[in-house]
């Protein structure tokens, strides 16, 4: 048989943990035809990759890219760092099922009005992302913020019998629509009305289509162990396939030891689940999560009275968030936005030192200005340390994930900027592997492959094996890196050769080929 490309001299390294080993490897109709000594010239086209690795494509198990994917489905950020799979939908937020596309677009990242949301359901929303054509496989979790939207809208209150009712089968019609499960975002103003029982009653929903069940947990901080036990809890009652999303609690070495405790009582228990942690030194959300739900009712003029109005503000200030929960306006930063640019990449702790005011009322005169872009102000919160991300990988349980949006340096989104988009997988393996040596090179592509493909329950994806899907990853472990900074994050990774998706070339000698061959990958459908 005539192979379509065989890469050769290579050093394997098949996503199973296990030490890797020289091989020749070769592509035939988008799979891996033979691993071995391949004889010259069966290839049509033959490549010399002596003294790279050649691993599996990695798979991005914690994204943010359901809105940015449409704008410009080139993935660049993720294909240079050899990403040929995502998983969207995370932390209740993503882009179906919708009701009221202008309420909808809150809990959309990247939301930023190039392409109108013309879908409501998830077959409608997935067929639109076909036809975009990705770079990268795809997968989606049903957002519990779209969910409640569509039933509850901002109300901050449990759901009533008959909200739950449609939320149940909006649920469940996703995950016959091609959805892999369902996700939580429960800090998050949307949810935070959400009662353990509603979300008991979807996961049971989730349960029965064999979905996974993925949670940003209700509290992140003092609480998070109790948050992580409300999570396992949650999933085991409804027999649900449970994924933790980025574990790593705001509040140091003992309270993550506490959250690692509770983990693995329930691994000793049987619970099936499994966790995630980012790559940065820091969160990163959207502003207006500080609004309470209350402020946000009436829409865009009524928001505006309320922003402007005295004692509102001291009303909104009362309100626990994900922002106002660290404690220190110091340690929020606000990012590139245009509206004030003097405040730009300052904490709101030193912006309100320079005017003279309190720090959240300069809040609120920074989303009075962006009224009409909420979606625009982004701040970063410092509430890591590099200890505790380490800590945190090496648990046997614990995946890599960007916990961003797939993004590109030039096209439509040449503007837009999301830390740890273009660095998450290369400072892993830069930082992680080469400088610090916590893994060697075959824990940390298992961490990025095998592992989230067994917590997916891919059968043919994450490992090189005869008959698997061609995703492959080929880079120089001496030079795979990131080179986006906290300042410059939009820079693309460096030291990745080849990446192939479904057996087509996407990424060639540090660009892409201009070729995508992505697939959304449906749950009833999907492999395994």
Known sequence: MKLDLVFRGGTIIDGTGRPSFDADLGVADGMIAEVGSIPRGQGREELDIRGQYITPGFIDIHSHSDYTLLVDPRAVSQIAQGVTMEVIGNCGWGCSPIANPVLSSSVIYGYGEQVPITWHTTAEYLERLEQARPAVNVAMLVPNGQLRLATVGLADRAARPAELARMKTLLAQSL??????????????TEVGASEEDVAELCHVTALAGGLYATHTRNREERAAEAIEEAIRTADHAGCRLQISHLTPRGGISNLERCIEQVDAALARGSDLAFDMHTRLFGTTNLRIVLPPWAMAGGRDALARRLANAADRDRMKTFRNLITSVGDWDKVVLLETPSIPGWSNRSFGEIGRSVGRDPYDCVCELLLAEIDHLH?????????????LRRTYQHASCMVGSDATALAPNGPLAVTSFHGAYTWASWFYRRMVRETKTFTPEEAVYKITGLPAKTLGLTDRGTLSVGHRADLAVFDPELFGERGTTERPSQTAVGMT???????????????????????????????
Do not use: C, F
Not at 176 to 189: N, R
Not at 376 to 388: A, F, G
Not at 502 to 526: C, F, H, I, Y
């Open 176 to 189: 016959e629509e091609g959805a892999i499960g369902y996700s939580t975002g429960l800090e998050y103003v």
């Open 376 to 388: 625009r102000p982004m701040v970063i919160l410092h509430t890591y340390t590099e200890d505790l």
């Open 498 to 528: 080849y990446v192939l998706v479904n057996g087509v070339v996407t990424w060639r000698d540090s660009g892409v080929t201009g070729q995508r061959a992505g697939q959304v990958l449906r749950g009833r459908k999907r492999e395994g």
